[in-house]
């Protein structure tokens, strides 16, 4: 046989040999994403679980996304709170847009309340809005704080300056969020208008009328 011909053959072999080696030595986890992305939801399941026994948390994660793409809401959730019972952020997350769906703001402060103490700015306008739809007007404000030079935060900051009686920084956070950004004040502008109408402030109304 020519030398070039059987060491061509050999090399062929060894690949082979190394890929089917390396296909009987994956991870449980890539097993899982392999059989998720055929179809095959059960064989996916098992090898999700066996990932997460070797501790995984990203496993969880997907586990949890496979049920929820599933319709299997409660299961999805269960995986959901395990992962961040591990410090997962973006089940803490996921878990936070669960409770504002559902309009349980108070599991909105539990997901994100630590990610937001230890200076995630992202979660602060979703966190205070939570705040304010718990009535929890003070503690709102002590977050919002937090990330006030947000258009959005803007708006939301003034209203619950608003209902705790502190006119003066509603009007300040909302005139910031109209005249300071070029886009996403309408609703500071909106709140400034009728702050302006109950107050009688014509003049002032007059002058912001059309201006965003």
Request: charged fraction near 25%.
């Amino acid at each position: 046989m020519n030398k070039n011909i059987f060491f061509g053959l050999l090399g062929l072999i060894s690949v082979a040999i190394v890929l089917t080696f390396a296909s009987c030595n994956s991870s449980n986890e890539d097993k899982a994403d392999r059989f998720s992305n055929e179809g095959k939801t059960e064989e996916a399941i098992t090898h999700y679980q066996l990932a997460i026994k070797e501790g995984s948390v990203e496993a969880i994660n997907k586990l949890a996304l496979l049920y929820s793409n599933t319709h299997q809401p409660e299961k999805a959730k269960q995986y959901y709170i395990m992962a961040f019972e591990k410090g997962d952020k973006k089940a803490a997350e996921t878990l936070a847009n669960f409770g504002l769906r559902d309009g349980a703001y108070d599991d909105v402060i539990i997901y994100l309340k630590p990610l937001v103490d230890a200076g995630d700015t992202t979660q602060v306008y979703t966190l205070g809005s939570a705040y304010v739809k718990l009535k929890r007007y003070g503690e709102a404000v002590q977050i919002l704080l937090k990330n006030k030079d947000n258009v959005y935060v803007k708006a939301i900051l003034g209203e619950a300056y608003y209902e705790l009686g502190d006119l003066n920084s509603a009007e300040k956070y909302w005139k910031s969020a109209v005249y300071n950004h070029p886009s996403g004040g309408i609703n500071s502008y909106n709140k400034l208008l009728e702050l302006y109408r109950k107050q009688g402030r014509e003049a002032d109304y007059k002058a912001l009328e059309g201006a965003y």
